[in-house]
């Protein structure tokens, strides 16, 4: 019965591309026009931060010029898009158009990115927080959507809520890096009944954009805090500076 209700489904709701909507073969797929404008990281790339760098590796540690002017507090970190093109528009509508479809192939596309480098030792997986304020608002958290799909794909265990954040900040959009650390000083917390979960574990935070690192700063800070053995970090997208 299953095959022929889903051929059914698919009659009276054909897959859409998760980017456009034009008709595409399977569900929570892209079609190849906006495959092609979605620009996924790929070559080198940073292992602090994941933004891509010219040249090749040669087996040793590589790292940015931004995390070489600003060493990071977490171990390593990657990023499964460049924040841009058809990147940034679902990336907008996972947070803002209440699209959470996105999350699940968003996650295979981060499961991906990550590799051996952030999901070896069956990392706890956890997402950034938002103020109930910005909850209320929004009615759902984009990161802990990403972060559940995460978990699923790599089949591991997530903490919905091992972080708080108690004080309301003013929005990052259009701040320099400097103003956007200074900004979340002490804004995330551990949940003071679930942070004992960190306790010796490796912690993996998701988030869906990196910009300076100043979020996933803060939150490294906190998870630390509440004892965490190591600590890696994961976006969506990344936001690179332009050439």
């Given at each position: 019965?299953?095959?022929?209700?889903?051929?059914?489904?698919?009659?009276?709701?054909?897959?859409?591309?998760?980017?456009?909507?034009?008709?595409?073969?399977?569900?929570?797929?892209?079609?190849?026009?906006?495959?092609?404008?979605?620009?996924?990281?790929?070559?080198?790339?940073?292992?602090?931060?994941?933004?891509?760098?010219?040249?090749?590796?040669?087996?040793?540690?590589?790292?940015?010029?931004?995390?070489?002017?600003?060493?990071?507090?977490?171990?390593?970190?990657?990023?499964?898009?460049?924040?841009?093109?058809?990147a940034r528009h679902l990336v907008m509508a996972l947070k803002h158009g209440d699209r959470a479809d996105?999350?699940?192939?968003?996650?295979?596309?981060?499961?991906?990115?990550?590799?051996?480098?952030?999901?070896?030792?069956?990392?706890?997986?956890?997402?950034?927080?938002?103020?109930?304020?910005?909850?209320?608002?929004?009615?759902?958290?984009?990161?802990?959507?990403?972060?559940?799909?995460?978990?699923?794909?790599?089949?591991?265990?997530?903490?919905?809520?091992?972080?708080?954040?108690?004080?309301?900040?003013?929005?990052?959009?259009?701040?320099?890096?400097?103003?956007?650390?200074?900004?979340?000083?002490?804004?995330?917390?551990?949940?003071?009944?679930?942070?004992?979960?960190?306790?010796?574990?490796?912690?993996?935070?998701?988030?869906?954009?990196?910009?300076?690192?100043?979020?996933?700063?803060?939150?490294?800070?906190?998870?630390?805090?509440?004892?965490?053995?190591?600590?890696?970090?994961?976006?969506?997208?990344?936001?690179?500076?332009?050439?």
């Open positions: 019965m299953r095959a022929p209700v889903q051929t059914v489904l698919s009659l009276v709701y054909p897959p859409r591309c998760l980017g456009c909507g034009g008709l595409v073969e399977s569900d929570f797929g892209l079609c190849a026009g906006c495959w092609a404008e979605t620009p996924f990281v790929g070559g080198t790339v940073c292992d602090s931060c994941g933004a891509p760098v010219p040249g090749e590796t040669d087996g040793g540690r590589i790292e940015c010029d931004d995390c070489l002017r600003r060493p990071r507090p977490w171990s390593d970190g990657r990023a499964a898009l460049i924040y841009d093109g058809r996105i999350a699940r192939p968003a996650a295979d596309w981060m499961v991906r990115a990550a590799g051996p480098a952030l999901l070896a030792g069956d990392p706890l997986v956890v997402p950034i927080p938002l103020h109930w304020r910005r909850m209320m608002k929004r009615r759902y958290n984009q990161a802990a959507l990403l972060a559940q799909a995460v978990a699923k794909a790599a089949a591991l265990d997530w903490c919905p809520d091992l972080l708080q954040r108690p004080r309301h900040t003013l929005s990052l959009d259009h701040r320099s890096a400097t103003e956007r650390f200074a900004t979340l000083e002490d804004a995330i917390r551990p949940h003071p009944r679930r942070g004992a979960r960190a306790q010796g574990r490796i912690v993996l935070i998701v988030d869906d954009v990196m910009t300076s690192g100043a979020t996933f700063a803060a939150a490294t800070q906190a998870v630390r805090a509440a004892g965490a053995a190591d600590v890696r970090v994961l976006a969506l997208a990344r936001v690179t500076k332009t050439p």
